[in-house]
């Protein structure tokens, strides 16, 4: 069920942050979703259009399993 209110605000920053507070070097949706005030759905779709845009690597492992990651810096 939806928290009533208005909808949370959270920036891909602060969703950065997580993956780079993790002690593991990928996670899962559900991870972030557990430190933010967003739905494990809504972080999904938002780690998704990141993936797209670059600002974090996607992988589907075993066929269902989607794991992010901030990618490596390019090389100057």
């Known amino acids: 069920m939806p928290k009533p209110g208005p909808a949370p605000t959270v920036t891909d920053d602060q969703l950065l942050a997580v993956i780079r507070q993790q002690d593991c070097p990928v996670v899962d949706a559900a991870t ?9 759905e809504r972080v999904r779709l938002r780690l998704n259009r990141m993936a797209t845009e670059g600002t974090v690597e996607r992988a589907t492992l ?5 794991v992010y990651w901030e990618p490596a810096p390019t090389p100057a």
């Open 32 to 40: 972030v979703a557990d430190e933010v005030d967003l739905s494990r």
């Open 62 to 66: 075993n066929g269902n399993s989607v």
